[in-house]
């Protein structure tokens, strides 16, 4: 825009700018650009003056639309949440729960194929509310949670009266996690095969993964033995990692400053980089750590005689225990979204390794029976991004009664709308 647009613009805002279709354009333009610049770059990533030339505006005008990037940031998640509001309202016109489910589906993937095509901006992902401060978190936070409660009515009033509080909670949770990582994903299809992975995300979601006849009665393995170190003690390095994957689940990567991280250790910013390069090094080996500790647990059932539905099952049940253990969670691959590219692409490369040996668990158990048919890489994905959110139990479910293991990992491989 040139500079006679740009002062147009600001004339117009200055005279109730809410009521002029120019200025409704134009911000809503801002939006939807800011939001592809927040799910490549981050909250802390973006800047004013990115989005203004994705737009052809300068940064100064970009400012009487939102004057801080913060306001901005806030306005894209509350526009994606009202678009997924949407979405679930129209869902929640259909009969059955599974009706609902479907059409949810139906719903995201057609508007991922809008968003390919170009007839569409993205959705940003909202993994990076976290590393908003207050009040702008409180407020993103209280919309999302109105949205979520909407969630929760994918199951109805009275269809499921087996279903107690948390298990509800934890069923909508993670068909809400599952929904936001196929954007990890889906890039790998081409879009006339959208129906087809609808359909076979639902199949999964409604039947599981355990062949007809299979019992759910996993036992963990024990972590001391699977995860025995190499020294007997926990190290100071291991310590570190522990807590610094704690506190980038809980605030994200971009939220998770070196302040932060320092501070939850009790260490000085002298003492964080006299130990680590930069951050991005820190973060690459609390991913690391995760998938070996991912990998360790596949492995430790890997040569064992039973069959590949107790090995699914038992690996679940340990990933489970490991996530609320004192040595544990996994790092959130959500944070994935805010590194810097390079080191996002590798990570996301060394994550499909650990999904990829869940889809050869899958199709052996396809081929002895024991598991139903699949598609194996949906599947995993899906288990793989099931097993990871779990770690989020404490704030979603803090006082349920059931095991991580039962309100996460079964209805995953049970089925959603199982008891």
Known sequence: MSTSEDRMAMEESADKPAATPRYARKKQAIVAAASEILNRDGVKGMTLASVAASVGLITTSVTYYFRKKEDLAVACFLEGIERFDGLITEALREPTAQARLLKLLDLWLALNHRVATGDA??????????????????????????????????FGDNEFPWLDEHQRTARAYLIMEQIFWTVAWLPRYDLEDYDRIRDRMFDLFVNGLAAPGRQWNPVPLPLDEVLAPVEPQATPRETFLIAATRLINERGYRGASVEKISARLNVTKGSFY????????????????????????????????????????????????????????????????????????????????????????????????????????????????????????????????QSATDLYAKPMLMGAFAP
Request: charged share 25%; glycine share 2%; net charge positive.
């Open 121 to 154: 901006h993205q959705v940003p992902f909202f993994n990076d509310i976290r590393s908003l401060e207050k009040p702008q978190r409180s407020v993103v936070i209280e919309a999302y949670m109105r949205f979520f409660a909407k969630v929760r009515m994918l």
């Open 274 to 401: 006299h130990h680590n390069e930069a951050k991005d090094d820190l973060v690459v080996e609390c991913f690391d750590r995760s998938f070996e500790v991912s990998r360790r647990i596949q492995r430790a059932v890997t040569d064992r005689p039973e069959n590949h539905w107790w090995k699914l099952s038992t690996i679940a049940a340990t990933l489970m225990e490991y996530q609320l253990s004192d040595v544990g969670p996994l790092l959130r691959t959500s944070a994935l979204s805010a590194v810097p590219l390079a080191i996002r692409v590798e990570m996301v490369r060394k994550s499909n390794r650990v999904s990829d040996r869940f889809a050869s668990i899958i199709s052996d158990g396809i081929a002895s029976g024991c598991i139903r048919p699949v598609d194996p890489f949906i599947a995993a994905q899906m288990l793989t991004i099931t097993l990871n959110a779990s770690a989020e139990m404490k704030w979603w479910a803090p006082h349920a009664t």
